[in-house]
């Protein structure tokens, strides 16, 4: 004689296979979206930010290598905080990636912008 199951979500007799928690699609949906909710938030305004900074600089380098002021980036909303990647040159050059689209410090308020070349 077994316990009787209830739904992890709302608490509603379960029915059905032995290993089943919730009663309907709807409760493990809601549970499941309850459950990462945090963390959902989190990497969302993340990737929202990686994705802006990638925008901004794709508008500013039409020409796939450019120099900008560190104030022309914050003016368009910019966020130093965001990248996806980072490359050491040889040289000690440190460039920083939004997805393909990168920049480099040139001077204390001068950036120059790049694309990343795929290699073949």
Partial sequence: MSAEKKCLECGSKI????DKKFCSDQCRISYNNRLNSDN???V???NNALRKNRR????????????VT????????????YF?????TKEGAVYHYCYEQGYLQTDKDWYLLVVRQEKK
């Avoid at 029915?15 to 032995?18: C, D, E, F």
């Avoid at 996806?84 to 050491?88: A, K, N, S, V």
């Fill in 15 to 18: 029915t059905g296979r032995i």
């Fill in 40 to 42: 959902t938030n989190l």
């Fill in 44 to 46: 969302r305004n993340i």
């Fill in 56 to 67: 901004i600089l794709l508008a500013l380098n039409k020409t796939g290598k450019t120099k």
């Fill in 70 to 81: 560190r104030e022309k980036l914050l003016e368009n909303g910019f966020d130093f905080q």
């Fill in 84 to 88: 996806t990647g980072i490359y050491t």
